[in-house]
């Protein structure tokens, strides 16, 4: 049978075949995750711990470990971001499918949980998890705003070119405000959901001694909330405590890259992503877990 590239030479591939190509690649990394990396995966579950409801918001701060906050725009995934301005100990903010492990990762979904996964032992970290967090989530849905119950991940390993590095992982859930106003929630509780988990992110990320924090454009897109207010949320937080985390880089998608650049900083000289070429699939349910991402033309997740 003809490989992927031959089947699709010369032209683009369809959804349904670059869908089953991240299958079949998600496969392909899982099983070497789980075995070239089963004791450390079982150290950082061992080291795993859950922020439930409203913990993560009241966790003290420690002292400042700068005088300010040194902020980053990039426009390249999380992982490219962590190899490329990662620096100390280093954060990664996995928003994650609130009630299925890697959101549908294995079954060729696409998104920034994906693509987390698809670099890391990230999955299997999620799947061993799953009975303690996913599925005790399973009643807390709240009209797709969810909550900020939270999973902290230790030691998350990422591995690019032959390059493996550690990075801890915060994985919680964006709330999807469209969804939300469709279930009768009311705008202000969309509001308060949104400043709730950006809140999370960063009490968890700095009570944890995160020196470098990677996060997204959290909540933005099909999410549903506007660019300006999750980069307000981020800019009052820094502002109020500064130097709390060392640096944060912004790896958002480049529609909202102007936006975040306006507030934190140009964007820093980058390498191509190798992403996959069928982001143009346009589910975006939950387990798909989608986000809003431009991607150019021709090129494949690894």
């Excluded at 979904?109 to 032992?121: K, R, T």
């Excluded at 591995?159 to 999807?176: K, M, N, Q």
């Amino acid at each position: 049978m003809a490989d992927f590239s031959e089947r699709t030479a010369g032209r683009r591939p369809s959804r349904d075949e670059a869908r089953e190509e991240r299958r079949r690649e998600a496969a392909r990394h899982t099983g070497l995750m789980r075995a070239a990396f089963a004791a450390e995966t079982a150290e950082t579950l061992e080291g795993a711990r859950i922020y439930e409801e409203g913990e993560g918001r009241a966790l003290p701060l420690p002292e400042p470990m700068a005088e300010v906050t040194e902020t980053r725009v990039v426009t390249s995934f999380a992982p490219e971001a962590l190899y490329h301005h990662g620096a100390g100990k280093c954060v990664v903010v996995d928003p994650a499918a609130f009630t299925r492990p890697g959101g549908a990762y294995e079954d060729g979904a696409f998104g920034p949980e994906q693509i987390l996964c698809a670099e890391s032992n990230l999955y299997p970290v999620l799947q061993g998890i799953a009975d303690e967090y996913h599925r005790k989530n399973r009643d807390y849905r709240r009209g797709s705003l969810f909550t900020d119950r939270a999973a902290y991940l230790p030691a998350v390993l990422f591995s690019r070119g032959g390059d493996v590095r550690r990075a801890d992982v915060i994985a919680l859930p964006e709330p999807v405000r469209g969804y939300a106003l469709e279930n009768h929630r009311s705008e202000r509780e969309c509001d308060k959901a949104l400043a709730d988990r950006i809140e999370t992110i960063l009490r968890i990320a700095a009570a944890n001694g995160a020196e470098t924090l990677v996060v997204g454009a959290f909540g933005c897109g099909r999410n549903g909330y506007e660019p300006a207010q999750v980069i307000e949320l981020f800019r009052v937080w820094i502002a109020e405590h500064p130097g709390s985390i060392a640096r944060i880089v912004f790896a958002v998608p480049r529609l909202h890259a102007d936006a975040f650049r306006a507030v934190f900083g140009a964007a820093e000289p980058e390498r191509p992503v190798a992403v996959s070429a069928a982001a143009e699939d346009d589910s975006h349910g939950e387990d798909e877990d989608w986000r809003d991402v431009e991607l150019p033309e021709g090129i494949t997740l690894r």
